[in-house]
């Protein structure tokens, strides 16, 4: 059976704080208190890191079985409404029918499945700009919600990279799922890849990448274009809005600590 490397938290500060700090370590997911890693390297370096960050945080780490959370949270899942989108799992779309535009999205390990707030703040901006005939790239995909939902709301060329060759798998098998909308999906290094700019930039990433990419994101952006950034936390928000320089803050939301900031040229 397989298991997932987890920090388990028994005292923590602030959740919000250590959770934006542990996804630069390849935060796979989290439940209840558990920590999911991608790997046990990315767990230990965590814990390491987290002591550091965090003096007085009581942190144990364990190894999940993954029958014993990942099937029964999974099964627990509805779905969630934004505006007029609604993301739900394949066993909600009996439910679902009579929403007004529903993407199923299968989950899975990682966020992206509609019940993160960062999730959800980018997907209330999305709707906020008129996508239609438009071209949308985005960066970071994962499970490709945004992406997908891009593509419902009218865009009319969408891409999605990610370098995790498992995030795009899972991210084509989502877009079976989902057989109205078009996206071409890439894998890859957003930082280098050959992409042709496009009008709408999305990257649901950390505040760290944000400011590393920001030179590239805005060269991505074409004139006029918006950037819909989010996957940071309040206090991250002036450093990373400052990375953009000349671009200004057309939109802001917030929820749980998190910022989502749709900027403009």
Known sequence: MRTWPALKIHQADDDDLIQAFLIDFNLAAIDDSRYFFVSSDDRDRAAVALRTQFPNIDLQPVDVPDEDWATRSQAALRAVTVGALTIAPPWEISVGSGFSRTIVIEPSMGFGTGHHATTRLCLDALQRIDVRGRSVIDVGTGSGILAIAASRLGAEEVTGIDD????????????????????????????????????????????????????????????????????????????????????????RGEEEGWVCVTLRE
């Open 164 to 251: 995790d060759a498992d995030a795009v798998q899972a991210a084509w098998d989502n877009l079976s799922l989902n057989a109205s909308a078009q996206v071409t999906l890439i894998v890859g290094d957003s930082r280098s890849a050959d992409l042709v700019p496009a009008d709408v930039i999305l990257a649901n990433l950390t505040g760290g990448l944000l400011i590393e990419m920001a030179k590239r994101l805005r060269q991505l952006t074409n004139a006029h274009g918006r950037l819909v950034l989010s996957g940071f936390t309040t206090q991250e928000e002036a450093e990373v809005v400052t990375a953009y320089g000349a671009f200004s803050v057309e939109h």
